[in-house]
């Protein structure tokens, strides 16, 4: 099993689900961020919660070598799409996206159809092959 198929069991057994985990560096800092969500929202008692069960873990499947700092947290209403999961669980929300071909398109997601993205825009609708997708985002129109 991977490091990543147990922590998502962890997070699963007190009622979260895996977004992302990432390996950062910040101001000099390594960091082992893990981006949890729940329908309703994530609140700071069901992130430590997280952490307490993963950090034994940790001590055991270290994620990098050396010192770093375990960061739990909800991936927030801004957030990057890099999996097709993530895509279908942001269906009817605002997306920014940009293809490997440098076109940049901007609308509400409107579903995922096997490897395909589609995408409402002002232009009316565009599939997008998920595989051409170089970085894509939620935002929110404040």
């Avoid at 001590?59 to 097709?84: A, H, M």
């Avoid at 395909?116 to 092959?129: A, C, V």
């Amino acid at each position: 099993m991977s490091l990543e198929t147990d922590i998502q069991k962890m997070v699963e057994s007190i009622g979260l689900s895996l977004y992302d985990t990432a390996i950062l560096n910040e101001n000099g800092h390594t960091i082992f961020r893990v981006s949890v969500t729940a329908p309703g929202g994530v609140n700071l008692d069901q992130c430590v919660e997280a952490t307490h069960l993963i950090s034994p873990l940790l001590d055991v499947t270290p994620p990098v070598g050396g010192e770093y700092r375990l960061e739990v947290s909800s991936p927030g209403i801004e957030r990057k799409l890099k999996t097709l999961e993530h895509f279908k669980r942001s269906i009817g929300e605002k997306v920014v996206l940009s293809t490997m071909e440098k076109e940049k398109y901007e609308g509400e997601l409107a579903g995922v159809e096997g490897d395909e993205i589609l995408l409402q825009t002002g232009e009316g609708e565009k599939k997008i092959p998920f595989r051409s997708i170089s970085k894509a985002k939620t935002y929110f129109e404040w």
